[in-house]
């Protein structure tokens, strides 16, 4: 069992991946309205991959004897003026998180809580993976600017990615 505290950190955390699933699906869904499928599948799947992130939170919360508890998940916004703005804000959203996490880790050290730190650290080194990939493909959008032959050329590109642990990855 762990603080009150620290729970409540955790069950907060939980509901901030799941408003990162959300977000990720509201965008899936702009790069389908500007027929841009292969963004959109790498939406689809970032959103698969947070449902992941909040679920691992959900069951380790249940394993410590901890108390789930949902709350209200925030509308994320819907509409972007291009891919560029689309991955600007996923980078700043990714840094975001990236702090939520760094948070919870000082959380779990005041409270020294060695089962929450040694659990956090997988999710330390996953938001440096996520800021690696999201900043990548901003720079090369930033890169091709206003060519749109670039633009389908990366939108076929971001249609190749799968689900984590795939064969395919």
């Known amino acids: 069992m762990f603080t009150e505290k620290m729970q ?5 955390q939980m509901n901030a991946e799941l408003y990162s699933s959300y977000l990720y699906l509201s965008m899936n869904a702009y790069f389908k309205s500007v027929n841009l499928d292969g963004f959109a599948n790498w939406m689809h799947y970032q959103a698969q991959e947070e449902l992941e992130h909040a679920m691992k939170f959900y069951d380790f919360v249940c394993q410590r004897g901890g108390r789930v508890q949902l709350a209200q998940i925030e509308a994320p916004p819907s509409e972007w003026n291009s891919p560029l703005a689309v991955f600007e804000d996923t980078l700043a959203h990714e840094q975001k998180v990236t702090g939520l996490i760094n948070d919870l880790v000082e959380i779990a050290n005041e409270e020294r809580d060695h089962a929450s730190q040694i659990f956090l650290q997988w999710f330390v080194s996953e938001q440096v993976e996520e800021e ?7 720079e090369q959008l930033k890169l091709m600017g206003e060519a749109k032959g670039g633009l389908f050329m990366m939108d076929r590109e971001m249609a190749k990615r799968r689900p984590s642990g795939s064969a395919d990855e």
Do not use: E, I, M, P
Request: no cysteine; aromatic share 0%; charged share 10%.
């Open 132 to 138: 690696d990939s999201v900043g990548g493909v901003l």
């Open 8 to 12: 409540a950190a955790l069950n907060g």
